[in-house]
């Protein structure tokens, strides 16, 4: 049996705890109101006050001058350029003057709502990354058992392990979905603001009413307890009954049952991942919408969920906790890697391409605003989730060698995470990004948090699933070449 080190403990706890402190210290230091929200904005504001006149639109107006054919001279066009230059520079100081106040009153109270939901924006990507990764580490595992692979089952109480964390981040989800329906103390949902659905309100808004069957509070938290529920009671039932299965002596019933419920668990993950991916994601934009995003963000989580796996299976094989595992099970999972970075971004591609092509304003904002303000981390994250693992990965013989493995994942989870931050950050802080103390904050308490569970979880069960009836096949699965690398085909006869 593996034993949960101390070490191990400690270092995750210390985690939790500078992640909470960190998560506090952001969520301190936001502005408390409007005129906070000012202060930040006059120091931000640069000294000639963004009203100039360029020369580029005075040029343009010279240029409309000589079309429409009146003939002056060089002297005469410098003039009319100066008298263009200063009727301008006068009208907008004009405008100031009227406007500038109630502008700077707008602009400041929408400063205030993106700094807001700055550190619950934050805590919301490295939560949802979090989850995600458990939920699709669940997904696989069903998959494996539905399809009675057998090379995987030496993994299954890896697999198992890692769901583990699903219960506390579906916790703290829970706690931010009744935040924001319930409570109101978040705002990163725009649709959940007053007035939204009332027709004599000014902050009505009619796209989204035309969504309310859907995006309406009661429906949109039911909704979410409901996949809450089902994939903790999967994950719950399963992982009883595959202990249960060490011992059971009932002539494979237990194994049949297992087998049945997760084919109906597989059936109601793709409805519910789908859906949760609308409201929890694609709600943040209500305005947007795309027809495969559920796929999209299905691939992402899957090819990081897989990641992990290799990550907590090459530790704990270090560690000498799993006998049956050997280099061809690490290839397999690095194959799945390998493919599940190509499928993202056949699905990244396919969504950019199409929406791109056809040109729909209220397609192509969602790429527009990404692209010109979230450009370093857009291109970036199609490079690390796509480039990357492709020149890594494409040899065979690199997917069994761990270290190898360790460095693209690392690249890989980064790439994903960023994925996650694109999908958040612009719909909820707009341009008030950057990653600091709340970003890392929250991925250390969340690191903090799987760390503790998924190894606290492998303790408690013995790491070989003996009642398994494909233990012996998975246990003798190997590739060839694999297992003899480095001889020559004359040490074979």
Same mark, same amino acid.
């Given at each position: 049996?593996?034993?949960?080190?101390?070490?191990?403990?400690?270092?995750?706890?210390?985690?939790?705890?500078?992640?909470?402190?960190?998560?506090?210290?952001?969520?301190?230091?936001?502005?408390?109101?409007?005129?906070?929200?000012?202060?930040?904005?006059?120091?931000?504001?640069?000294?000639?006050?963004?009203?100039?006149?360029?020369?580029?639109?005075?040029?343009?107006?010279?240029?409309?001058?000589?079309?429409?054919?009146?003939?002056?001279?060089?002297?005469?066009?410098?003039?009319?350029?100066?008298?263009?230059?200063?009727?301008?520079?006068?009208?907008?100081?004009?405008?100031?003057?009227?406007?500038?106040?109630?502008?700077?009153?707008?602009?400041?109270?929408?400063?205030?709502?993106?700094?807001?939901?700055?550190?619950?924006?934050?805590?919301?990507?490295?939560?949802?990354?979090?989850?995600?990764?458990?939920?699709?580490?669940?997904?696989?595992?069903?998959?494996?058992?539905?399809?009675?692979?057998?090379?995987?089952?030496?993994?299954?109480?890896?697999?198992?392990?890692?769901?583990?964390?699903?219960?506390?981040?579906?916790?703290?989800?829970?706690?931010?979905?009744?935040?924001?329906?319930?409570?109101?103390?978040?705002?990163?949902?725009?649709?959940?603001?007053?007035?939204?659905?009332?027709?004599?309100?000014?902050?009505?808004?009619?796209?989204?009413?035309?969504?309310?069957?859907?995006?309406?509070?009661?429906?949109?938290?039911?909704?979410?307890?409901?996949?809450?529920?089902?994939?903790?009671?999967?994950?719950?039932?399963?992982?009883?009954?595959?202990?249960?299965?060490?011992?059971?002596?009932?002539?494979?019933?237990?194994?049949?049952?297992?087998?049945?419920?997760?084919?109906?668990?597989?059936?109601?993950?793709?409805?519910?991942?789908?859906?949760?991916?609308?409201?929890?994601?694609?709600?943040?934009?209500?305005?947007?919408?795309?027809?495969? +995003? *559920?796929?999209?963000?299905? !691939?992402? @989580? #899957?090819?990081?969920?897989?990641?992990? %796996?290799?990550? /907590?299976?090459?530790?704990?094989?270090?560690?000498?906790?799993?006998?049956?595992?050997?280099?061809?099970?690490?290839?397999?999972?690095?194959?799945?890697?390998?493919?599940?970075?190509?499928?993202?971004?056949?699905?990244?591609?396919?969504?950019?391409?199409?929406?791109?092509?056809?040109?729909?304003?209220?397609?192509?904002?969602?790429?527009?605003?990404?692209?010109?303000?979230?450009?370093?981390?857009?291109?970036?994250?199609?490079?690390?989730?796509?480039?990357?693992?492709?020149?890594?990965?494409?040899?065979?013989?690199?997917?069994?060698?761990?270290?190898?493995?360790?460095?693209?994942?690392?690249?890989?989870?980064?790439?994903?995470?960023?994925?996650?931050?694109?999908?958040?950050?612009?719909?909820?802080?707009?341009?008030?990004?950057? +990653? *600091?103390?709340?970003?890392? !904050?929250? @991925? #250390?308490?969340?690191?903090?948090?799987? %760390?503790?569970? /998924?190894?606290?979880?492998?303790?408690?069960?013995?790491?070989?699933?003996?009642?398994?009836?494909?233990?012996?096949?998975?246990?003798?699965?190997?590739?060839?070449?694999?297992?003899?690398?480095?001889?020559?085909?004359?040490?074979?006869?």
């Amino acid at each position: 049996m593996y034993q949960f080190s101390g070490k191990l403990k400690t270092f995750s706890i210390a985690l939790i705890l500078l992640g909470a402190l960190g998560i506090a210290f952001s969520f301190y230091t936001a502005p408390k109101s409007i005129e906070d929200a000012k202060e930040i904005m006059a120091s931000q504001t640069s000294h000639d006050g963004g009203h100039a006149i360029s020369n580029e639109e005075v040029k343009k107006d010279i240029h409309t001058t000589e079309v429409k054919g009146d003939s002056i001279s060089h002297g005469e066009m410098e003039n009319h350029a100066e008298e263009v230059h200063q009727e301008a520079t006068k009208e907008v100081h004009a405008a100031a003057d009227v406007h500038g106040e109630n502008h700077d009153d707008e602009h400041a109270e929408h400063l205030y709502h993106q700094l807001k939901n700055k550190p619950w924006s934050a805590l919301y990507v490295s939560l949802f990354f979090f989850l995600g990764i458990s939920l699709l580490v669940l997904a696989f595992y069903a998959s494996q058992r539905v399809a009675q692979s057998a090379w995987s089952v030496v993994l299954f109480r890896v697999m198992e392990a890692i769901t583990a964390n699903l219960v506390p981040t579906s916790i703290i989800m829970l706690l931010v979905i009744l935040s924001a329906s319930v409570l109101h103390i978040n705002h990163m949902f725009p649709w959940m603001a007053d007035g939204v659905f009332d027709p004599s309100s000014p902050n009505y808004d009619p796209i989204i009413d035309g969504k309310s069957w859907w995006m309406n509070t009661p429906g949109w938290t039911i909704r979410s307890i409901v996949y809450l529920a089902i994939w903790n009671g999967y994950r719950w039932f399963i992982r009883r009954n595959s202990i249960k299965e060490d011992t059971a002596n009932d002539g494979l019933k237990t194994y049949k049952l297992n087998y049945n419920v997760s084919v109906g668990f597989i059936f109601l993950f793709m409805i519910t991942e789908s859906m949760m991916s609308w409201d929890w994601i694609m709600g943040l934009d209500p305005h947007w919408f795309s027809t495969l +995003f *559920g796929w999209y963000v299905l !691939s992402g @989580l #899957l090819v990081s969920a897989i990641t992990v %796996i290799a990550f /907590v299976t090459i530790y704990l094989r270090s560690k000498g906790a799993l006998p049956g595992v050997n280099d061809s099970h690490i290839h397999d999972l690095a194959k799945f890697m390998f493919g599940f970075s190509i499928f993202w971004t056949y699905l990244w591609f396919s969504q950019f391409m199409l929406i791109w092509y056809a040109d729909i304003p209220e397609e192509t904002t969602y790429f527009v605003m990404r692209f010109n303000e979230y450009k370093l981390p857009f291109l970036a994250m199609v490079v690390m989730n796509f480039a990357f693992p492709i020149l890594l990965l494409l040899n065979s013989d690199y997917k069994s060698i761990p270290w190898f493995i360790v460095i693209g994942g690392v690249v890989i989870l980064g790439g994903h995470y960023i994925d996650v931050f694109i999908m958040v950050m612009p719909a909820t802080v707009g341009s008030q990004w950057f +990653f *600091g103390i709340a970003e890392i !904050s929250a @991925l #250390l308490f969340f690191l903090g948090i799987f %760390i503790y569970t /998924v190894f606290s979880a492998f303790a408690k069960a013995n790491p070989i699933p003996k009642g398994n009836p494909f233990l012996k096949e998975s246990e003798y699965f190997h590739y060839y070449n694999i297992e003899h690398r480095g001889e020559g085909s004359g040490d074979h006869h």
